[in-house]
């Protein structure tokens, strides 16, 4: 099993990649998927997060076969 | 409802009129329909824009806008809505957004229109890039509050 990890607009340029996989994490956080997915680089502060699609906190809880989206304030409209 | 995100070009107003004609449930019941149109300005912050990038997340896109239009049907009472939302690259003049309400009375329709379009500006994961006349690029940071006066 394994946790999806996707960036998106100008954090997908900081961090230089669309998408990570991380392999037999077991259950860990938000916070945390982004650090063993990012060991230079620091959240950047106003980056939301979501999981499985849905706003959630970085202290949330992921599991294995979830998707992890980290990305800017929102744009459209 | 229905929601549609385009890469190319669209009409909203051809848009209203197929789903209108679609809608034959609807005939008869509506009194008040609410247009929202959002195009692209060829300025922003004191700047020229050329053309711009948008991007967005597909899947959490669909996700988000169904939340938010649901939760609009709950609190007021609406017969349909439509939302097309373009992606990919646009120039200036080019429809954005629209937000097309039916309702039986005017109140809901506008306050309808109006809570989804507040509501996609700060939840629905659309990201604009512009390319200024000066050939750089720069992210939209953030969208500015639509009751600011």
Do not use: C
Request: charge should be negative; aromatic fraction near 10%.
């Amino acid at each position: 099993m394994s946790i999806k990890v996707r960036y998106f607009a100008s954090l997908k340029e900081i961090v230089g990649r669309s998408e990570d996989v991380l392999e037999n994490v077991g259950s860990t956080s938000v916070i945390e998927v982004w650090r063993l997915a990012n060991k230079k680089v620091e959240l950047p502060d106003n980056i939301l997060a979501a999981v499985n699609m849905e706003y959630v906190t970085l202290d949330s809880v992921v599991k294995e076969g979830d998707e992890v989206a980290f990305f800017p304030p929102v744009t459209g409209g | 409802m229905e929601i549609k995100i385009v890469e190319d070009a669209f009409d909203p107003w051809f848009e209203i009129q197929q789903f209108q004609a679609a809608s034959e449930e609807m005939k008869g019941k509506y009194g008040a329909t609410s247009i929202f149109v959002g195009t692209m300005r060829d300025f922003n912050e004191g700047d020229e824009v050329r053309g711009m990038a948008l991007e967005h997340y597909p899947g959490m896109t669909e996700v988000q806008l169904g939340k938010i239009i649901s939760e609009a049907m709950k609190k007021w009472q609406v017969i349909d809505v439509l939302l097309v939302h373009r992606v990919g690259a646009l120039f200036p003049n080019d429809p954005i957004v629209l937000v097309a309400v039916w309702s039986s009375h005017r109140g809901d329709a506008f306050d309808v229109s109006r809570f989804i379009m507040e509501a996609l500006k700060s939840k629905a994961p659309f990201w604009k890039k512009e390319i200024l006349a000066s050939a750089t690029e720069r992210w939209v940071i953030k969208n500015t509050d639509g009751y600011k006066k």
